[in-house]
């Protein structure tokens, strides 16, 4: 089973988006994102509905056996 890990990232130029990486030889490895908004100028509304869509991919990955961080 592959390890997966997960959480908020800010890009360079502000961007901030949801994110779950897979672990792979060379490194982490994005497999799926949830964009917010640039600078934070996205509503909690918002943010709480990406963020329930991140959750609810990361648990059919621990139902499906793999280690997520």
Request: glycine share 8%; hydrophobic share 35%; net charge positive.
């Amino acid at each position: 089973m592959a390890k997966y890990r997960y959480g908020k990232w800010t890009w360079w130029d502000g961007y901030e988006y949801f994110a779950i990486e897979k672990k792979t030889l060379f490194g982490w490895k994005e497999q799926k994102s949830w964009g917010l908004s640039y600078l934070g100028v996205h509503s909690k509304k918002e943010e709480e509905k990406q963020r329930r869509k991140m959750m609810d991919a990361v648990d059919r990955l621990v139902k499906a056996g793999h280690t997520v961080l």
